[in-house]
């Protein structure tokens, strides 16, 4: 009999899916913002853990290997199930990017103030190679590797804050001029789209439900459980940054924490922060990269995606989808390469959260669908809430943010097409 997933190991999926390149990079993001920036953590924390919810019961009514997909196939069908599958599987590796660039951007002290892009992109090219042949070769191999790096998730979020918290300067945190006379409803919009971004992941948990013991039980809870620490944790980290490092030198930083340390302590320790800050980026990658795989592979075998998405290897992994995914990332990489990283990763997590917000909301419809059918007030009231801040995060987009984001569900129509089952 195979052994199943207890809730300590779900719990260390639910960190390991949220925690990763955006506690690493929005700070610079969020830098222009000042206390908005830093309750931005709060408002989104908050419409996160309300999404955890939604997934919580979700899987407890369903628990089921898979994803998003497998619940608004129950509620309305496989059409709006493939979509709703082929938009996260696609926007899953598209937004992946975000933590190449975060991992290679990161080691910036290693490689000078006045480096070229190129060199980056290189970088980031060989790192993304790495990964694929790494999870090509098999599904194991991958997964203990992502055991080792999630060992170092934590160092970074206890040492730093309690270390940089001693010279901490509220004046730091500032109001940018080009925002003081913006409404404070388009602010707390604005800044919580922005730190939405690091609790992307939220579901991750739910997609391997028959593996784990006791799932309608142990998932919930730990989803739950370790959305609120995640909230906590970005919520304190994100304030020791901005309090620390002057804001003019924020603005343009490659690597927050890195300077963060770089403003108390001098360059000696801050290049033990990259290398640490680097490595736990890099698992988030690895752990994206997987569940990427896992997500088309699991299409695949509900026949929502063609046959070639589920061939696997002599070790089981999922290579052509592995391949797909990694392959893919690599136009985005040159396509948003520019000399302000803060520029390419807003931009990149700009369309990203809008189309992880699409399937959300698709879920929370789902959840609300079965809780009218079976009279659950309660259930109903949790999701229209979580509908409500998915509403407010969409509304608060552009319109070219939505287009791009709609682009990726649209493209399913192209695959159709090759499906049976549809």
Known sequence: MTKKMGFGAVLAIVFGSQIGSGIFVLPASLQPFGWWGVYSWCFAG???????????SLCCKFPKTGGPHVYVQ???GDIPAFFTGWTYWLVSWVSSSVVVIA???????????????MLYLTLEICLLLIIMVINCKSVELSGKLEFVLS?????PFAVVPVLIFMNFDASNIVLNSEYQQTPWTELVATVTSLAFWGFIGVECATTPAEAVENPSKTIPRAIVLGTTCVALIYFINNLAITGVVPQQVLAQSKAPYVD????VFGGGSSMIIAIITS???IGTLNAWVLTSAQISLGLAQDKLLPPVFAKKNKNNAPYISVMISCLGMIPILVLTKNES?????????DFSVKAFLLVY????LSLLKFAVKEKKISTAILSVAALLFCGLMIAESSLISLMIAALFALSGIFIIPTLKKI
Do not use: N, R
Request: hydrophobic letters at 55%; glycine letters at 4%; a negative charge.
């Open 46 to 56: 908050a419409g996160a853990i309300l999404l955890a919810m939604v997934f919580a």
């Open 260 to 263: 963060a340390m770089d403003a």
């Open 103 to 117: 991992s290679i951007a990161c080691l910036s002290p290693f490689f000078g103030e006045h480096q070229s892009p």
């Open 151 to 155: 060992l170092l998730k934590f160092i």
């Open 341 to 349: 990283l803060t520029q390419q990763i807003t931009y990149i997590i």
């Open 74 to 76: 129950q509620a309305f």
């Open 279 to 281: 490595i736990v980026c």
């Open 361 to 364: 909301t698709v879920c929370c």
